[in-house]
């Protein structure tokens, strides 16, 4: 395999020129429909770019982002999980549009100046406006320090009529001050725009559903109450699945959370699932291991095509494609002891991997010489199956014929493999045609040379892999 090269797969980059000239997954046609629905609107619209975890939601709005710089279409980036640690969602946004600021090209930056000048101003009294007050926190200090009863109800009494004036000036300050806010982000907004309504200013939000509850809530309440501005459109990236969990984790499981999240967000766009193949062929080339599924392909069995049906198969996350391709490109060039020039053992790497990111209990319990952990294994790869057209699962017979293989090594006679098929289909209920072609794969790939000691070899070369510290 020659020498070992390591590394990370590193974010996809964008470039500024073609923002999808590394686009493997063909999202160049979502991104030009989703501009011509966001720049439809004059009012302020808040649109959630819904996709599960690894499915490229990240790179996605990074090189729609970079085509809407290249439509002249101001844009700011908020990766809000990097922000979390501060205990105010507002400061945290203003303070990174303020920083975004300085890379935007603007018509008269010293009007942005002022302009940014007034908002710091509003944001503070903003704060200050809606803060605990003063009254409210001496309750404890004033009932702490009197013994007396009468005292002390006197005392409170004439408190709450104080606090019920401080609340109600607070309450009228807060609404002057946010109007004043909203004034002048319209003016930051024109600034950038050039008052031509057909190019807002885009915020796009990143990472809301990895952040800790309370402060996704608020980065959600701001972006829909404070920055309700016309000419100003808020995109989020987030598994909204995910999201849900953490509303409900504030405000409880009885929550209706698809009704709680429409009052913030306008519009859902659904992330679409893109073809597996061109993602893998992608981290082929970027491991330089064409040459080696090529080398490969010449045996009985092409590794390169039961990678992609399985990975199609498991529904294997884009981000989870880069960790398969991180571990086993580490274990073919560095353990020569589980005979990997044997096909059989190539196709078993690919299927462990896989079934580690994606059934890990399964994978623990699979190989210790209990045959428990193999029907598991098999009752796992069975359920991926696609019922349609049986056809379309021989990559996943295979992969049953090799567990069969191994489950008849564990007999203290020699066994048949046409046997141990026979007692496999009566316990799972197969048909004849099942059945068939699982005893054909043996006279079609003959020996395929695994056994239990292959498993956990192969296995062991697996954990290893962890033990590698990346560039």
């Not at 200090?141 to 002390?152: F, K, M, Q, R």
């Not at 009494?157 to 609340?167: H, R, T």
């Not at 799972?428 to 099942?434: D, I, T």
């Amino acid at each position: 395999m020659g020498k070992l090269s390591l590394g990370k797969c590193q974010p996809i980059e964008i470039d500024a020129d073609n923002p999808f000239k590394n686009d493997a997954l063909g999202r160049k046609e979502n991104i030009e429909n989703l501009t011509q629905f966001i720049t439809s609107f004059e009012q302020s619209i808040v649109l959630c770019i819904d996709g599960g975890w690894g499915q490229g939601k990240t790179t996605f709005i990074k090189m729609w982002q970079q085509y809407l710089k290249n439509q002249h279409i101001p844009t700011i980036y908020f990766n809000a999980w990097e922000s979390d640690y501060t205990d105010d969602a507002l400061i945290a946004l203003i303070g990174e549009i303020s920083l975004s600021i300085k890379k935007l090209k603007q018509l008269d930056k010293s009007k942005v100046d002022e302009t940014f000048e007034s908002i710091y101003k509003y944001a503070a009294n903003f704060a200050k406006a809606v803060a605990p007050s003063a009254a409210n926190l001496s309750i404890k200090a004033i009932s702490g320090g009197l013994t007396n009863a009468d005292e002390l109800s006197k005392t409170l009494s004439a408190l709450g009529e104080s606090m019920v004036k401080e609340q109600i000036k607070k309450y009228e300050e807060s609404r002057r001050t946010l109007s004043k806010f909203k004034e002048e982000l319209s003016k930051l907004a024109q600034c950038y725009t050039g008052g031509d309504k057909q190019k807002p200013l885009v915020i796009f939000i990143d990472e809301l559903d990895r952040c800790r509850p309370d402060f996704a809530i608020e980065v959600l309440e701001k972006a829909k109450h404070l920055f309700n501005v016309d000419n100003i459109i808020f995109v989020l990236a987030t598994d909204k699945t995910q999201l849900s969990h953490s509303i409900r984790a504030v405000y409880g499981q009885g929550l209706d959370v698809n009704g709680y999240l429409r009052r913030f967000i306008d519009f859902d766009y659904l992330l679409p699932r893109s073809s597996i193949q061109p993602y893998i062929i992608r981290l082929i080339r970027k491991f330089s291991l064409e040459e080696y599924f090529l080398n490969k392909g010449k045996r009985l069995t092409n590794p390169k095509n039961f990678l992609v049906d399985i990975v199609n198969k498991y529904n294997v996350t884009l981000r989870e494609q880069e960790v398969f391709f991180n571990i086993f490109n580490i274990v073919i060039r560095t353990d020569a002891t589980i005979h990997l020039e044997h096909w059989s053992n190539i196709i078993m790497l690919i299927f462990l991997i896989i079934l580690k990111l994606k059934s890990l209990n399964t994978y623990k319990n699979l190989g210790f010489g209990d045959t428990r952990g193999f029907y598991d294994t098999l009752k796992d790869i069975q359920s991926h199956f696609t019922p349609i057209d049986d056809g379309c699962n021989n990559y996943l017979e295979l992969l049953e014929f090799l567990f069969l293989e191994i489950f008849g090594s564990f007999q203290q006679t020699p066994f048949q493999i046409e046997q141990v098929i026979e007692k496999y289909a009566y316990m799972f209920n197969f048909n004849e045609s099942k059945k068939t072609r699982l005893i054909l794969l043996e006279y079609e790939y003959g020996d395929p040379c695994i056994n239990l000691q292959s498993v956990l070899g192969i296995k062991e070369s697996i954990e290893i892999s962890y033990s590698f510290k990346f560039n």
